[in-house]
């Protein structure tokens, strides 16, 4: 694939791809059994990640489909962050229920 696309998507399927790709089972077993307020919380520090990894803004595609995702006329940058972040944890969700073992 191409370089740019990989490290700057244009979809927020495509971004929530990377994401999944790159993390370890227990990053995604945390992220899936988070609660609305962790989720939250964690995206304080995570979403500047996102914006920095994703180039948010300045990647206009990706802002578009995050706007379309969440079905919005305007989004900023934090918004959209926010917006791959959950649809990162509801495919977690959707695949199978992760569980913590201690």
Do not use: W
Not at 2 to 31: C, G, Q, S, W
Request: aromatic share 8%.
């Amino acid at each position: 694939m191409n370089y740019f696309l990989d490290k700057f998507p244009p979809t927020v399927e495509k971004a929530v791809d990377k994401l999944a790709e790159d993390m370890t089972f227990a990053d995604k077993t945390r992220l899936a059994n988070m609660n609305e307020a962790a989720l939250i919380r964690f995206h304080h520090a995570y979403g500047i990640f996102l914006r920095s990894e994703f180039r948010l803004p300045g990647n206009d595609p990706l802002m578009k489909s995050c706007m379309s995702t969440a079905t919005v006329k305007t989004i900023t940058p934090e918004q959209a962050s926010f917006v791959i972040l959950k649809q990162l944890q509801i495919r977690l969700l959707a695949g199978h229920t992760l569980k913590v073992v201690k």
